[in-house]
């Protein structure tokens, strides 16, 4: 039976662990706004604000306020391969499309953009441990759009080997200097890129809900 908005959400807050602005942060919705709907200090919210506060749990707006969190095996993430962060990881796309594994699909992400890399290696501690999954979305199919300068990402050099690093502009137009976290790994400089996507979520091993 579905309840209201503010209900459902003190349902979901308490099952959950999490705080509202963890949870508004997540969503991309006003903290302030919805502080003031559990004060009763407004009655309500608009559907696109609630829509975006069910994703954020990982539900549906229905599921949300029937307080049913349980996450559907359909809201999953595509693990597509390794990359490294350190290691030499040949196999970049090490699964035909729709064969990998796949992972429940984190809260705030949309799951038809979003595919996961699992990390080798360990010249992104202590940030990134081998094991972890990086989820990213590729605005471009090829090359490596501005807004990736100077984030970590996920990345394919051109001898077809799949990385995280930060991205840096290189020497000349077209190379890119690949830089660890980690600083007793080597950066490397000069390498030519497929194309780069910044990490939008990085999830630890033991976050991660495999769906069968």
């Not at 690949?178 to 091993?205: E, G, M």
Request: net charge negative; glycine share 8%.
């Amino acid at each position: 039976m579905k309840t209201s908005f503010k209900e459902a959400l003190e349902h979901a807050l308490q099952t959950t662990g999490r705080s509202l602005r963890e949870v508004t942060e997540a969503a991309g919705v006003s903290y302030d706004k919805f502080k003031s709907l559990r004060q009763g200090k407004s009655r309500t919210t608009g559907v696109d604000d609630a829509i975006k506060i069910a994703d954020a749990f990982g539900v549906s707006l229905d599921q949300f306020l029937a307080k049913d969190l349980s996450q559907d095996s359909t809201l999953s993430v595509a693990i597509v391969g390794k990359v490294g962060a350190g290691a030499r990881v040949p196999v970049f796309e090490a699964y035909e499309p729709g064969t990998g594994p796949r992972v429940v699909c984190p809260p705030g992400l949309d799951q038809r953009r979003v595919v996961a890399v699992e990390i080798e290696g360990d010249s992104m501690e202590p940030v990134y441990s081998a094991g972890d999954l990086l989820f990213y979305t590729r605005s471009t199919h090829d090359g490596v759009p501005s807004e990736a300068i100077g984030r970590r990402c996920v990345c394919e050099s051109d001898d077809g080997l799949g990385w995280v690093k930060q991205v840096k502009l290189g020497s000349e137009p077209g190379l890119f200097n690949l830089i660890s976290i980690n600083p007793q790994a080597d950066n490397q400089h000069d390498v030519r890129l497929k194309w780069a996507a910044p990490v939008l979520l990085h999830w630890p091993k033991e976050l991660a809900r495999r769906v069968d």
